[in-house]
């Protein structure tokens, strides 16, 4: 499936761009509302849990929610040279516009605004060595998406959904972008894919069911794994403490851990194959 319409990629040299990153990963989702930062703060612990050095970039300008979810408040330093340095807090390194903006701080930018913002947080940002940086985009398909991989190299992207049937046309959307830019897709993640009740075990689908696994199967993507709605998800974000951290050996820990298992060998595959 290829757009129409082509966007040129005119990426400055390598070195020049986040030198010591050796994997630069987009999170995405086609729309709101579906657990993305959730995703990319879980996926970023789980890879750190195999030893990895990981960043996490929170690229959604308009509602930067990775401070919250991670319980940061402090403002990044600057090195000599005014680059901030990322702040880190359960052994990823963290970087977001609410770092600098406050917590109750609209941001009102229009799209060149938001461009410019992008680029100043991946070129005045002193990462060091990472084996992976996440990114964690704004839903949809605009500037900031189309600013990031104009900009620099993405290693590949992952796509949240969530399991209702539009999920199809969501993913779609999505792909047609990234593939719009010449990025590969790692694979597709169901979050809130169904709800384990705590007194009978039962396993319900509150918001259908597939939806996600069908995306990936009809677009030929990897189907990364399906994520549960539960409240020791939800609350892990609310008080800065999320699951993949603070109860990795739980079933919902793991649930990430697997994720995380099997970006990394997509990542490894598409090394291999060049």
Known sequence: MKSALQVPRTLPEESEVLPGVRNAIAVASAKG?????????????SLARTGARVGLLDADIYGPSIPLMMGVREQPELTEDDKMVPVNRCGIDLMSIGFVTGEDTPVIWRGPLLAQALQHFINQVEWGELDYLLIDLPPGTGDIPLTLSQTIALSGAVMVTTPQGVALEDVERGIAMFETVDVDLLGVVENMSYYICPECGERHEVFAHGGGREAARRLELDFLGEIPLHAGIRAGGDSGKPVAFAEPDSPEGRVFATIADRVAAAIQSMADEE
């Open 33 to 45: 509302g579906v657990g993305k930062s959730t995703v990319s703060i879980n996926l970023a612990l």
